[in-house]
């Protein structure tokens, strides 16, 4: 992570957009704004690492599905939700589903700073090791679970072959349903799928936890 933090603003206001970025930027931080949640997850997987302010009023897409979808995808960036001002259920809602913390509007510049601060102080004590194992279990949601039966095949050793025998399908059907889930874990062999299917605990006690 670059020495100047980053934050990830994700507000359908415009004005909300600039006066929290003018702010944010005042206080030292780095910030990328995005017009809704819909722009943000076109280019999240290939965004720098930090954390994510999220409204949780948006058209197309409310702030609590597109954190569902940052956590289908194994985004592992740190949450913040900004929510309307007595919006409790919103914020118990956006607690359970993994964000770190919840700011009302209107806020202010003290209790956001130190809900920000409180949260990139959690992306830092996270090894690298716990954002890998987040992100592959992320990934191997995507899967379906006759994919994922094929997924604990690979990891236990057998050949398609047997992955057949043992499913009662057949190899050609094993192997479309391996080159779906290779894809969808972003693998290109399979030493990448079984890594990625490590990190998620695939293997070290049967199937992985969900």
């Given amino acids: 992570m ?3 933090k980053l934050i990830h603003l994700v507000d359908d206001d415009d004005a909300v957009r600039h006066s929290a ?4 930027r005042h206080a030292g931080f780095a910030v990328k ?12 997987e290939d965004a720098a690492a930090g954390c994510i302010l999220l409204d949780v009023q948006m058209p197309r897409m409310d702030g609590l599905e597109v954190q569902e979808q940052l956590n289908a995808r194994g985004v592992a960036m740190p949450v913040i ?24 509007k209107p806020y202010e510049k003290q209790t956001l700073v130190e809900a920000l601060n409180r949260a990139f102080q959690r992306l830092e004590e996270r090894s690298q090791r716990d954002l890998l194992v987040d992100e592959a279990r992320g990934k191997i949601e995507h899967l379906t679970p006759r994919e994922r039966e094929v997924l604990e ?28 889930l290779m894809e969808k874990l972003g693998a290109t062999s399979l030493s ?19």
């Fill in 2 to 4: 670059s020495e100047q």
């Fill in 21 to 24: 970025s003018f702010m944010l």
């Fill in 33 to 44: 704004t995005y017009t809704d949640g819909v722009a943000f997850l076109e280019v999240v």
């Fill in 81 to 104: 939700v900004l929510t309307g001002h007595g919006d409790v259920n919103v914020a118990v809602k956006a607690m359970k589903a993994g964000a770190v913390d919840f700011v009302e």
């Fill in 153 to 180: 095949g690979l990891v236990d050793g057998h050949t398609n072959k047997s992955i057949a025998d043992s499913l009662d399908i057949s190899p050609r059907t094993v192997e479309i349903h391996r080159a779906n």
């Fill in 192 to 210: 990448g799928v079984l890594r990625i299917a490590f990190a998620a605990g695939v293997g070290f006690g049967g199937k992985v936890t969900d």
